[in-house]
Every structure is written in structure tokens, then in C-alpha cells.
């Protein structure tokens, strides 16, 4: 059939040479899903074709097709193949394919003149998609059917489904979207050590001298066998440049002088090493004294290519070995803390807990040695060491995993980064508990005489709280004069005794602690980036560690993570049955996991999973 098309196009194509490409432009029905193109060129195309300009992106491009017409009026298909996009504005996505945001959706393809875009279109087919398929981790298939679709009558029922066909948050889920603001912050492995008060902090950078610098303040330097400028070696921490040491042949330690306050009290010892060999049957890490008795950790072998770390009480015994057979080559976070309470013994590598032990020490003096036991084994590490610390206290594991992820966030700078803020809270991560400062929870009509904490994002607090003040329009109230609170955060409002409305327009805070919210409370959940070089992406969450306040999105945002942009972020769902339990929501689930398939005896999803 004849095609309109520009007298300018069509001399074009009518030419001994055409620059000609083919334009996809789809528009989903779906609120708030944008219109996207794709196109056969090398190169993103942006072309206006009336309705307003558009990117049509070539990275995932699709393979071009054509659509017969029959004078039946049935509906012809066929179907047009191109690459998964990370983000909606750049294509299909895994997601869109799941949340079914191209169903319905209206499409158009034209050629155009790459090279000229001002011959305008000339317009191939148009209809609407059809089922769109992930054929596998890289490309979709997307039906397209011709105008003759809209004809066919659609199914006034829905279909059933294992997963909930609603959307977290949609008129139908009826969940309430809570977003938490925060920004991005720069956790620093220095910042974090300092933070728990170290009596001894050697970073290992020296390159030239005999002295190691205490970093801690408390003045206890150490002493390097020979010139640092013969140890000098890359450091060990991901997120910053400072150096570390190399041990060599002869390596004979770097010494503290005596009187480091580490006594027989609560303490944590605390390293980065990268061993490449066991010069003998066993060599030494570090040793806390040169006393019989003091604490070692050391490391044995455990096969030819690989070892176990050893805690050892000097010169008497093997207390225990770690759990974990580690290879020569890799970098590791040891941290090795003593409840002197207990005689409690906990070994973490990589900040989680490895193997645990139980002695009680005995008072214990001299000198601190790295790397080398002079006085019973005198084997030395062979690999590099960097970074040691002890601590007159022992270190909480929440603690000690913020250590070692200050040192590893950032690795992947467009995926990982860590929270300014506590979500819920004014406080920076590291703590069970978050600070409420001057929090708004309640405005007044007239006539209500109760109120319900919130946090920073409106959700409700009803447990794991405190209240220090309220305030109310600026004022400071006084507890069981001016309101009581519940133990499920409910505020009453009183005046001399009995039950009082604020007037309207009165708005009344908060400030209090509240407890935050555990390890993965927000996986899955969304990130929208409102600053930045990723602002406007939406990003799906793959984990989410509390006590660090580190996020790993699902994919890379696209562009590097920097310090300062700002985001919000709020839970998603699963949409199992399971997760409707637990949001209490089971009543508006939109799914049927527990129908029976056709054998009658079994069920589409077990409960457990459902």
C-alpha cells in the first residue's frame, strides 16, 4: 500500500545510496511509564516526530520487522528482538517485563534518513505490544500486533497468579510508600578506627626511618627492625592510597615500646594482611607482651597453598584455629577481641565471626610485636601487613563489621556506598539506636486528643523508642501535665487532667532515639537519586547492612556514586504470600499460590515459599 513520506525522503530513497534506519517508539498505557525508542542505527538517534523529541537508543537496538495486513480483520504479529535495558528511559527492563508496564502499549515504526532528519518519517506499521518475553539475561522478544487488537475484546476477569499482581504501593496493594531521604557519605577506615578509641594505631605508611606513627593520639610509635624505605609496599585497604609494608627474607618485626595499656582487661587486636607464604611449620602475627602467657595470633598451615590463623596463648599452648582455610594471595580483615568477663575469645575475618574460644588471661607486659615472635617461636609473617590497631575494649561485632566495610565500600563505586543518615533518623549508622531531632508527628484539628510518634519518613513508632521532649508549636511540654505516651508511642494530649484537642493548625515534635531498622529491611527496595549524575534513575536494592549503613543496588546506577548525592529510598515487595504476612497485608494480596494444579494433588506454590 502506498506510505506518505516527504518529497525530500523519497528522492532519498530513491538514490544509488540511502543513510536510512528504522525508529521503534513505544508508549506504555501504564501511568507513569514514559514513552522509550529503540533503533537500528550505530549510533542514538533524537528525532521529533511530532509529538515531541525523543532518544532512540542504538545500544539496544532491536531487529526490524514488518507487519502484514489481511483483509480479514484477524490480528497479525511478529516480533521485534533487542537487548535488556538497566533503566525504563533507556528501553525494556527485567523489571518493566515482571511489573507488566508494556502491556497494551501503543507502537509505531519508522524509517528516517540518519544523516537528515529533517525529510522527516515515513511510517512502516504501528499497533500494539503484545506479550513481551526475557528469552534470557541479555534480550527480550517483544510481540507486536497490528491495529486490528484493538478489536479483540479483553478479558473482563483477571487471571491468577503464583506472585501478586499488584504493585507495592498501588490502589490495590494499599501499602503507604514511606521514603527516606539521606545523602551519601565518605566512610573512612581511619575515621571508623579512631571512632572506637584505639591505644595504638600504626598505619604502616612510613617510607623512610625506623619509626611507625601512632595514629591514636596516645603516643606509642613503633619501631621497624631496619628502614622503612626496604618495607615499603601498596597498602591494603580498597578505598584509600596509603602504603603498607612488605615482609621480607630476615623480617624481624616492628616493636612498640614498653608500656602500651593493654592490660588484662577487655581488648581487640586488629589487622589487614596479605600472606603469600608459611616460611616455617608456624609463624607469628602479632603478639600482645613478651611474657609467658600474653595473647598471640599467628597462622599454620592448613595444605600446601593454603593456611589457618591460630590463637595462641604464649609460649604454653594452641587455643584455637579459625574456622575458615584461607588462601596465599588475598587480603583479609583480622580483628581478634577478649571479654576479660568471660574469658571470651571471638576471631572475626573479613567482619564476620569466624571461630570463638574461651581462657582467662593473666596480667601480661612488654612489649608489643607485628609480624614476628622474637622470644618463642621467632618465625616471621611472609606477605604484607597494614593498618594495626589494639583496643582497651573489646569491640562489638556491629563495630567490627563497619571497619572492614569503610575499607571495601567504594569498590564498586557506581553499585556501593554507605548512608550520611540512619533511615528514620538524624543519626549516623554504627548504632542499634537513632536520634529523632525535632521530628513533626502531629498537626492539630480541634477535636483529636491523641497522636502517633513517627519517624523522619511518617511511618509509625511503636516500639524500640524514647522520648526526651515534645514540643508544641516551639514549646516544651511537660510529661503527665501536658500529654502521657504509651508504651506503643500513642501520645494523649491533657489539660489539668483531662483530655485535650490542639487547636487547629498546632503542630507538635519530637526528639528521642529510636531502634533502627535491621539488615535487609530494605532489600528489595528502590533508590531515586534526586542529585547528582544519576539524578532522576530509579535503582533496585540487593542488600542492606544497618550497622554500616552500606547499600548495594542491584545494578550500577550507571554513573560513579559521589559523596553528597542526595536519594530517597523505600522498601518494595517480593509479592510472595509471605511477604503480605509480614506487612500485614494478606488481605489485599492479589495472588493465588495455593490453588491446586490440574492433577488436583498439588499445589502451585508451597506456603513456605508462596
Known amino acids: 500500500m502506498a506510505r506518505a513520506m516527504s518529497t525530500a525522503l523519497a528522492a532519498h530513497l530513491a538514490g544509488a545510496g540511502t543513510t536510512t534506519c528504522h525508529l521503534l517508539k513505544i508508549t506504555p498505557v501504564v501511568s507513569g511509564v514514559a514513552a522509550f525508542g529503540l533503533t537500528s542505527a550505530q549510533a542514538d538517534v533524537v528525532y521529533d516526530d511530532g509529538t515531541g523529541s525523543l532518544t532512540y537508543r542504538s545500544a539496544f537496538g532491536y531487529t526490524p520487522f514488518d507487519i502484514i495486513s489481511k483483509p480479514d480483520l484477524s490480528i497479525d504479529t511478529n516480533q521485534a528482538e533487542g537487548l535488556i535495558a538497566q533503566y525504563p528511559m533507556d528501553g ?149 592510597s596509603d602504603l603498607g609494608i612488605l615482609a621480607p627474607a630476615g623480617f624481624a618485626g616492628v616493636t612498640s615500646a614498653a608500656g602500651v595499656a593493654v592490660t588484662n582487661a577487655d581488648w581487640t587486636m586488629e589487622l589487614w594482611v596479605n600472606l603469600t607464604s608459611l616460611p616455617e611449620s608456624a609463624a607469628d602475627l602479632v603478639t600482645l607482651g613478651t611474657t609467658v602467657g600474653c595473647p598471640e595470633l599467628g597462622y599454620v598451615a592448613a595444605t600446601s597453598d593454603r593456611y589457618q590463623l591460630r590463637v595462641d596463648v604464649s609460649g604454653m599452648s594452641q587455643l584455637f584455629l579459625s574456622a575458615a582455610v584461607l588462601a596465599y594471595g588475598a587480603t583479609h580483615h583480622l580483628a581478634l577481641s577478649y571479654d576479660a568477663a568471660t574469658g571470651a575469645l571471638s576471631l572475626y575475618i573479613d567482619g564476620t565471626l569466624d571461630s570463638t574460644g574461651t581462657y582467662t588471661y593473666a596480667a601480661f607486659t612488654g612489649v608489643t610485636v607485628l609480624g614476628y615472635a622474637s622470644q618463642y617461636l621467632g618465625y616471621a609473617a611472609a606477605g604484607s601487613l597494614d593498618e594495626f590497631a589494639i583496643y582497651q575494649s573489646a569491640l562489638s561485632s556491629a563495630r567490627i563489621a563497619a571497619h572492614y566495610a569503610a575499607a571495601t565500600v567504594g569498590a564498586e563505586p557506581d553499585r556501593v556506598f554507605t548512608f550520611a543518615d540512619i533511615p528514620g533518623t538524624s543519626s549516623a549508622p554504627g548504632s542499634s539506636t537513632g536520634t529523632v531531632s525535632v521530628n513533626p508527628f502531629f498537626t492539630g484539628d480541634g477535636t483529636t486528643t491523641v497522636a502517633q510518634l513517627l519517624d523522619t519518613a511518617g511511618d509509625v513508632v511503636t516500639s524500640g523508642f524514647s522520648v526526651a521532649q515534645i514540643y508544641r508549636d516551639g514549646t516544651l511540654l511537660v510529661v503527665n501535665t501536658d500529654y502521657t505516651v504509651s508504651s506503643t508511642g500513642l501520645v494523649s494530649w491533657v489539660h489539668g487532667g483531662t483530655p485535650y484537642a490542639p487547636i487547629t493548625g498546632s503542630v507538635a515534635s519530637w526528639n528521642g532515639t529510636i531502634t533502627v531498622w535491621p539488615d535487609g529491611f530494605f532489600a528489595p527496595g528502590v533508590v531515586h537519586w534526586t542529585s547528582g549524575a544519576n539524578a532522576g534513575r530509579e535503582c533496585d536494592v540487593e542488600s542492606y547492612a544497618s550497622s554500616t549503613g552500606t547499600l548495594t543496588l542491584a545494578i550500577p546506577a550507571g554513573h560513579d556514586i559521589a559523596v553528597g548525592d542526595a536519594f530517597t529510598i523505600r522498601r518494595d515487595c517480593p509479592k510472595s504470600k509471605t511477604a503480605c504476612i509480614a506487612y500485614g497485608n494478606l488481605p489485599n494480596m492479589r495472588a493465588e499460590p495455593e490453588l491446586p494444579r490440574a492433577n488436583g494433588l498439588e499445589l502451585q506454590a508451597p506456603s513456605s515459599i508462596g
Open 92 to 240: 525494556v527492563t527485567s523489571a518493566g517485563i515482571a511489573s507488566g508496564n508494556y502491556d497494551g502499549a501503543a507502537f509505531v515504526q519508522y524509517l528516517v534518513n540518519y544523516q537528515d532528519l529533517t525529510m522527516g518519517h515515513v511510517i512502516l506499521n504501528s499497533g500494539y505490544v503484545g506479550q513481551v518475553t526475557q528469552t534470557d539475561e541479555l534480550s527480550c522478544q517483544i510481540e507486536l500486533r497490528s491495529l486490528t487488537q484493538a478489536l479483540k475484546q479483553n478479558n473482563i476477569i483477571e487471571l491468577t497468579s503464583i506472585t501478586c499482581r499488584a504493585q507495592f504501593g498501588d490502589a490495590r496493594c494499599k501499602m503507604p510508600l514511606r521514603f527516606y531521604a539521606s545523602t551519601v557519605t565518605a566512610q573512612t577506615y581511619k575515621s571508623n578506627v579512631l571512632k572506637d578509641s584505639p591505644v595504638l594505631y600504626w598505619r604502616l605508611d612510613e617510607t623512610t626511618g625506623t619509626v611507625a606513627a601512632d595514629s591514636s593520639g596516645k603516643s606509642h610509635p613503633g619501631t621497624y627492625y631496619t628502614d622503612a624505605s626496604a618495607l615499603t609496599a601498596a597498602g591494603l585497604l580498597r578505598t584509600s
